[in-house]
T-cell receptor, first 113, second 114 residues
Framework: QQQVKQSPQSLIVQKGGISIINCAYE??????FPWYQQFPGKGPALLIA?????SEKKEGRFTISFNKSAKQFSLHIMDSQPGDSATYFC????????????FGPGTRLSVLP | NAGVTQTPKFRVLKTGQSMTLLCAQD?????MYWYRQDPGMGLRLIHY???????AKGEVPDGYNVSRLKKQNFLLGLESAAPSQTSVYFC?????????????FGNGTRLTVT
């Protein structure tokens, strides 16, 4: 119940295309869903996050779509750029002691010039 | 403002050796975490701390110990290293103030156990 599933494992997109990464969770107690971006040799950094009381959140070219009934959420990267090439992790957490985050296995995105 | 600093950046150990990884944060965060990152498995929580002098087990705590004697430091120890502990280790911190505050990660320590 603590798992977060993520797909695809890797993704290749042409410059200017749309990148879509999907995640699914089982624990309905989760109430915070962030996406992290990681470049080689660096630690993950928060990209965008959403709470379950909204169905979509947009920040620039990055959008999270959230489907509470299906227990799924996805990251859409519009007009993908080579600089977006990185590994993306979805995560989930629940409010409480320590508020531990459960991470998906990651998606390696390559945007071709 | 350095954020979260991890030392060392790289380390090679032989099976059975011990070592300590140091994490320091200068953001006055209450919560600190140790994760390990392995290919295809994402980030898995080893131990965490909700404040100075407190620690708790995460998802994969076996073979590791931690200490948080000072609020800004969180140490991860391997008493007898095993090849299965070859991984990239990340420390993270976040403030207590808001439930949706993000994790701030260090740049990792790459550990190889031969």
């Amino acid at each position: 119940q603590q798992q977060v599933k993520q797909s695809p494992q890797s993704l290749i997109v042409q410059k200017g295309g749309i990148s879509i990464i999907n995640c699914a969770y089982e624990n309905t107690a989760f109430d915070y869903f962030p996406w992290y971006q990681q470049f080689p040799g660096k630690g993950p950094a928060l990209l965008i996050a959403i709470r379950p009381d909204v169905s979509e959140k947009k920040e620039g070219r990055f959008t999270i779509s959230f489907n509470k009934s299906a227990k799924q959420f996805s990251l859409h990267i519009m007009d993908s750029q080579p600089g977006d090439s990185a590994t993306y992790f979805c995560a989930a957490s629940r409010t409480g002691y320590g508020q531990n985050f459960v991470f998906g296995p990651g998606t390696r995105l390559s945007v071709l010039p | 403002n350095a954020g979260v600093t991890q030392t060392p950046k790289f380390r090679v150990l032989k099976t059975g050796q011990s070592m300590t990884l140091l994490c320091a944060q200068d953001m006055n965060h209450e919560y600190m975490y140790w994760y390990r990152q392995d290919p295809g498995m994402g980030l898995r929580l080893i131990h965490y701390s909700v404040g100075e002098g407190t620690t708790a087990k995460g998802e994969v705590p076996d073979g590791y110990n931690v200490s948080r004697l000072k609020k800004q430091n969180f140490l991860l120890g391997l008493e007898s290293a095993a090849p299965s502990q070859t991984s990239v280790y990340f420390c993270a911190s976040r403030p207590l103030s808001s439930y949706n505050s993000p994790l701030h990660f260090g740049n990792g320590t790459r550990l190889t156990v031969t």
